[in-house]
């Protein structure tokens, strides 16, 4: 078919020469892009049809095909599910016509059609008619950012790159420092193998010490006659000498601190007590050394004496709580009652203060002690909401002076703080039953967690207390023992394992004043066990003693020393006194004698005989005159003059 000269007829507006791009449905006209917009802001074609003229060449079809019935159109609109429906799909049970349950309301399409004709229109003669050039557009933008992307891909890959190399130098580092740590490592570990042999042989100097503590002087004196030998600190590069380090003051102090750890013994029971009123033990507040408080899962609060006998009740222990109840330094019982306050009941065991009221509602108090050394009181909370845990301070005044929840890192400390106590350096010692033993210093620092032995072993901690010697002591609930730590987080030994009469330890106390430990369990145990692991109270009183008279004898040394020194000097000035004297007196001697010789040589020798019968004669005169004499000293006068 030729079409080369075929004509082609353009299509004009009906009121301009523009090209038609509308039609006017209720006129009928065709319509520019001018004309159009004219007609439809005119008052009267304001309501007038007004569509694109593609739509006059194809028309879309009005009535559209059911997509689960192909033979079915659309003729209603289902409002609650928002999709239109055919006759078939009406006469379904899932869209019937009046159903009864309200489901499903249909309504005609053709209504629907009209309340979103402005809709329809809006995307037929616009969004279509602008969606090829916005698609042009769109495929340039593509092309640019295509480019773009290109370009910053390229970037992302230098920098890469630069990053690869950095983490390689920066892991090259890494290992080095870690094994120059492992070097270091070994050369402690060598360091610590001679410090331990210097206190195996300062052992021995302990003993030799114990031994003549009547004689610290020659103590001092034999260690200062020993070869102690240097160690070198190759870390900071100089060397110290243990001869110049062991002053006597410091002497003493380190062999005091050397003997307090042979004071553990074997722990031994030294009473059973089975208290009447309680089904176990939950928690021990000790009173004096045969006074406790004890409280079990049922709410009771009983003082008790090593007898078993029931002194006085508190009828208003909280329920939820675990260590909820301490003794102050009047030895008043501080409890938390069933409204979550703190109460005090004084000695006169008839007068109840609340000193503390709960003003938190969304945390619990668990646990309270009071603080030995400052008279404050610390109590454990548990959020329930968030499952958090926190420690407040409270001083002697009933005010909120700190409180310690969470690492400086960010990190919660506590979740549920069951137990809590205080160590003798001020540390804040907590039994968190969903953590571990967490501790902290009188500031609120995280010092170190313990989790059990080997670590993180499933350590379920319960009560907890510290002894004399700044031990914590801990109830594990995983293995029915009471573990010991130093203050500084170190196992040292299992104090209980099992022991007969407590088959489950879940309360400590410790007593101060007798150093015995008070141990109850739970699970309807109704025996309580008083324990001493400490045998040596009165070797350390006396190795105190020892320590003192040593220093009263250093110092009485020091004092002899001192006036020996003084006395040196003193001799010293008076052998200068006596020597000046001795050279005046030898120079007035020797002026007389100058004088005398000149005498001499000024008399004449007649004059001298005369002088000297004189004297001989004075002479036989007193001998003979005491000779008749009958005094008992003639004859010691007459050896005497004799002698002359």
């Known amino acids: 078919m030729n079409t080369v000269g075929t004509a082609y007829k353009v299509l004009q507006c009906s009121n301009c020469p523009g090209n038609t791009e509308y039609y006017c449905k209720s006129c009928p006209c065709d319509l520019c892009l001018r004309c159009k917009e004219k007609h439809v802001k005119d008052l009267k074609t304001e309501e007038h049809n007004v569509g694109t003229f593609g739509e006059k060449i194809n028309p879309i079809p009005t009535q559209e095909i059911c997509v689960r019935h192909p033979n079915k159109v659309y003729e209603k609109y289902c409002e609650i599910c928002q999709i239109p429906v055919c006759v078939s799909c009406s006469e379904d049970n899932s869209h019937r016509f009046g159903n009864e349950r309200g489901l499903h309301r249909l309504l005609n399409i053709n209504i629907k059609r009209q309340q979103h004709m402005e809709t329809i229109h809006t ?18 933008d593509f092309k640019i950012c295509h480019t773009k992307v290109m370009l910053f891909q390229s970037q992302m890959i230098r920098k890469s790159k630069n990053l690869k190399e950095l983490i390689d130098v920066e892991q090259h580092n890494f290992f080095f420092n870690v094994f120059c740590d492992i ?159 703190i109460n005090k009941l004084l000695k ?18 668990q646990c309270v002690t009071w603080s030995p050394c400052t008279g404050d009181l610390l109590i454990g909370m548990h959020n329930t909401y968030t499952r958090t845990g926190k420690v407040t301070r409270y001083n002697q005044s009933g005010q909120l002076t700190q409180t310690i929840q969470n690492h400086k890192k960010g990190w919660g400390l506590f979740r549920q703080p069951i137990y809590i106590t205080e160590n003798n350096n001020g540390d804040i010692v907590v039994s968190d039953v969903s953590i571990s033993v967490v501790v902290t210093d009188r500031c609120g620092r995280h010092r170190f967690s313990y989790n059990g032995r080997p670590p993180n072993s499933g350590l379920q901690p319960h009560g907890i207390c510290t002894d004399a010697l700044s031990h914590i002591l801990v109830c594990d609930g995983a293995t029915d023992t009471v573990q010991m730590l130093n203050k500084n987080g170190r196992f040292l030994t299992y104090l209980l394992i099992r022991p007969s009469g407590n088959i489950c330890p879940h309360s400590l106390s410790y007593n101060v004043n007798t150093h015995c430990l008070w141990v109850g ?22 190795l105190n003693q020892a320590t003192a008279d040593l220093m009263e004898s250093i110092k009485k040394f020091e004092l002899v020393r001192q006036r020996r020194k003084n006395r040196s000097h003193v001799n010293q000035a008076t052998a200068d006194v006596k020597e000046s004297l001795s050279q005046n007196i030898t120079t007035e001697r020797d002026k007389a004698t100058a004088k005398y010789d000149c005498l001499l040589i000024s008399m004449s020798p007649s004059m001298i005989l005369i002088v000297l019968l004189c004297f001989v004669s004075l002479i036989l005169f007193c001998f003979f005159s005491n000779l008749f004499s009958p005094n008992s000293k003639s004859i010691k006068q007459y050896k005497f003059l004799t002698k002359c």
């Not at 602008?130 to 340039?140: F, G, H, V």
């Not at 331990?196 to 003549?212: F, I, N, P």
């Not at 369990?521 to 006396?542: C, D, G, H, P, W």
């Open 521 to 542: 369990s739970l699970f309807n145990n109704k025996t309580m066990a008083i324990y001493r692991y400490i045998e040596r109270q009165n070797v350390l009183k006396n």
């Open 348 to 365: 006169d065991m008839k007068t109840t203060t609340t000193i503390i009221k709960r003003t938190d509602l969304t945390s619990i108090p």
């Open 123 to 140: 995307i037929r003669s616009e969004a279509l008619f602008y969606r090829p050039i916005l698609l042009a557009r769109i495929k340039a």
């Open 183 to 341: 070097d270091i490592k070994i050369k402690c570990l060598k360091q610590a193998k001679e410090m331990d042999k210097l206190l195996a042989g300062l052992q021995k100097y302990v003993q030799r010490y114990e031994q003549s503590a009547v004689r610290p002087i020659s103590f001092i004196s034999f260690i200062k006659r020993k070869h102690l030998p240097f160690i070198y600190l190759e870390l900071q590069t100089y060397k110290l000498s243990m001869a110049k380090l062991l002053n006597k003051e410091g002497l003493v102090q380190s062999l005091c601190e050397i003997n307090i750890t042979q004071l553990m013994s074997a722990p031994e029971i030294q009473k059973s007590i089975t208290v009447r009123g309680v089904h176990d033990y939950k928690h021990i507040s000790c009173v004096t050394s045969d006074r406790a408080w004890v409280s079990d899962h049922k709410n009771n609060l009983i003082l008790t004496n090593t007898t078993g006998v029931t002194l006085h009740y508190v009828m208003d222990l909280c329920s939820s709580s675990y260590g909820s109840h301490t003794v102050n330094s009047e030895n008043e019982l501080i409890y938390i009652n069933r409204k979550f306050n």
